[in-house]
């Protein structure tokens, strides 16, 4: 493990006109690096600026005064790209020598899993995935798939559904979340009428929808990031696909096309703190922007508690091993615990879109 060295100033001595002066020496911390492969433009750069901001937010309320080392954060956009997030990383390990990175969602944030494994960097994830957590180096803050999917089901069971449809998004993310539903469905006694996996690229789901409307199911789960999620819920309603909706996190990005219809997203904790970002980012907090501020401070935490010698940071395992064993971790989110492979879950809320406003309901 790289450590970086902090350089020592010596001071020196001057001596003129018979006097000793000293310059004063340098009151300087080693520093430790947390980089952030984000969305900052492209489709998605509404929720990457929201998660730059979170960190910038996390970082500012910080008590740096009592802080052992100077915590400095690097950007790199990804526009949602997986080439563009692969070079992200390597520069940021070989030019930025950063000592943990974080991501956001399933897809990018397997690929910086499997890089912080590969070079033993600290990862902190927020996607809704079981994979983004795993390897003794990497961490996902979100609430889990299954959590997800129990609630989902509950919902179901209690406004008596029978027959769910699935289509989602064809990446990582969306994929392994759409084959943990299935199997949670049909265990539990549902009937599954299709389950059709997209594009990313996809542009028009008429002929998606014909079909499914044809198979009448009592509900429909859609899982699509912005601007899919917005041009089918459109297409919707021109074809006059009257069924009960539901989603994770992205039916907020356009409220006016998901009215009355539900999703799941990450419990936020205390409200206090929503009003709190607002007020110093101007920016409405979004799925994963709690979890990112307290992810942010996890490391931090991990960082300030772990064992190192004077002049030096913490080696990473030293930082994973007090991070994996932070159970009493106090946070804007509430959570419910972290596991053996750093997943860090959270409570499932379930919100409808009532008057264009996201409310917590109890079914």
């Known amino acids: 493990m790289k450590k970086i060295v902090l350089s020592l100033m010596l001071s020196v001595s001057i001596i003129a006109c018979g006097e000793k002066t000293e310059t004063p020496k340098e009151n300087t911390k080693p520093v430790v690096k947390i980089g952030a492969t984000l969305p900052l433009t492209g489709d998605m750069a509404y929720a990457g600026q929201n998660m730059k901001a979170a960190m910038e937010l996390s970082l500012k309320d910080l008590d740096k005064a009592n802080l052992k080392y100077d915590y400095q954060l690097v950007f790199e956009d990804d526009a949602f790209e997986l080439k563009k997030a692969q070079q992200n990383l390597i520069r940021m390990n070989d030019i930025e020598k950063i000592n943990a990175v974080m991501s956001f969602w399933g897809a990018i944030g397997t690929l910086a899993s499997n890089y912080a494994e590969q070079k033993q960097i600290i990862h902190m994830g927020c996607a809704l995935s079981e994979v983004v957590g795993k390897g003794k180096y990497n961490f996902n803050h979100a609430t889990t798939p299954k959590e997800h999917a129990a609630t989902l089901i509950k919902y179901y069971k209690d406004h008596g559904y ?15 979340f759409g084959e943990i539903l299935k199997n949670m469905l049909l265990a539990n006694g549902f009937e599954v009428p299709f389950d059709i996996q997209v594009l990313p ?8 929808i014909i079909k499914m409307k044809a198979a009448q199911p009592d509900a429909l789960f859609v899982e699509l990031p912005s601007p899919l999620i ?46 709190y970002f607002e007020k110093n980012t101007g920016l409405y907090p979004m799925p994963c922007t709690v979890n990112i ?39 804007a989110v509430s959570i419910l615990g972290i596991d053996e492979e750093g997943n860090i879950n959270s409570a499932s809320v379930i919100k409808r879109i009532i008057n264009g406003k996201p409310i917590t309901v109890e079914k």
């Open 201 to 208: 690229s996809s542009r028009d789901f008429k002929a998606e």
């Open 230 to 275: 917005e041009i089918f819920g459109k297409q919707v309603k021109e074809l006059n696909f009257d069924v009960a909706l539901t989603n994770i996190n992205t039916f907020p990005s356009a409220p006016e096309l998901f009215e009355g219809h539900i999703y799941l997203t990450e419990k936020e904790g205390d409200k206090s703190f929503y009003d």
């Open 293 to 331: 501020y307290d992810g942010l401070r996890m490391i931090v935490e991990g960082f300030e508690k772990a064992k190192a010698d004077d002049n030096n940071i913490p080696q990473n395992d030293e930082v994973v091993e007090i991070m994996l064993n932070n159970h009493n971790f106090k946070g």
């Open 162 to 176: 029978k027959k769910v449809g699935l289509l989602y998004n064809g990446t990582s993310e969306c994929i392994e």
